[in-house]
Nanobody
Framework: QLQASGGGLVQAGGSLRLSCKVS????????MGWFRQAPGKEREFVAH????????YYADSVKGRFTISRDNAKNTVYLQMNSLKPEDTADYYC?????????????????WGQGTLVTVSS
């Protein structure tokens, strides 16, 4: 079970940190990803991180502004979002799968949490 939190309303240029708590004794066995879905748009990949945190990958739209990290001792994955833009407004979802590989489609992830809404005002 995945539980995302940390969304809210922020002005453009501001920051937020999202958290995803993984309810599993072996959360470190999973590659973890963040996705987002804006109203009327398809769900899109944001970032993912390998089991040990040694590898990460970002969508071009967030590269240099967002940072994904994990604390396996706390069974939690984070998404630090800086320099937020109005176009970052969306529901943000965390997801999990077993393997780390170059497939960024939502369908490649097996487990999903509920969304947390991020709204960036201009």
């Amino acid at each position: 079970q995945l539980q995302a939190s940390g969304g809210g309303l922020v002005q453009a240029g501001g920051s937020l940190r999202l958290s995803c708590k993984v309810s599993a004794r072996t959360s470190s066995s999973y590659t973890m990803g963040w996705f987002r879905q804006a109203p009327g748009k398809e769900r899109e990949f944001v970032a993912h991180i390998a089991r040990n945190g040694g590898s990460t990958y970002y969508a071009d739209s967030v590269k240099g502004r967002f940072t994904i990290s994990r604390d396996n001792a706390k069974n939690t994955v984070y998404l630090q979002m800086n320099s937020l833009k109005p176009e970052d407004t969306a529901d943000y979802y965390c997801a999990a799968r077993f393997f780390y590989y170059r497939d960024y489609a939502p369908s490649s992830y097996d487990y999903w949490g509920q969304g947390t809404l991020v709204t960036v005002s201009s």
